[in-house]
């Protein structure tokens, strides 16, 4: 039987931070999107390099509530509101991913919330 948990988000409770799906094979997680501004936003801000490492941060640590980290990750989505830094980003990245770097998809949008410049979900298996 399959088992789903729920992590809840730390900012509204309308949306979860992440989920864990069990399953025999082992475990699928889902992490939000995450967005490497100051919480609450109002605390001023911070360079895009700052924002990028923030965000993976994040990720990084909802995954170790559920039991995993960043080697469990198999794929990534990125949302930027500039490809113009995107070589900072990527070399972040690197350092978050130094071997087996999951599959990725990167895109520019309008604008995300909290006026953020990257928004990253991503994907990971725990085997069991």
Do not use: C
């Amino acid at each position: 039987m399959d088992h789903l948990k729920h992590l809840p988000s730390p900012i509204a409770p309308t949306f979860s931070e992440a989920l864990r799906i069990d399953t025999q094979a082992g475990s699928w997680i889902f992490i939000s999107g995450q967005v490497g501004v100051p919480l609450p936003p109002d605390k001023g801000s911070v360079t895009f390099e700052q924002e990028v490492r923030t965000t993976f941060e994040r990720i990084r640590d909802s995954l170790g509530k559920l039991g995993a980290d960043m080697n469990h990750v198999v794929s990534t989505k990125t949302y930027l509101t500039d490809l113009g830094p995107y070589a900072v980003f990527s070399r972040i990245r690197r350092e978050f991913f130094p071997k087996n770097p999951p599959t990725s998809t990167a895109v520019q949008v309008a604008g995300l919330l909290l006026n953020a410049k990257i928004e990253i979900d991503a994907v990971a298996f725990l085997p069991a």
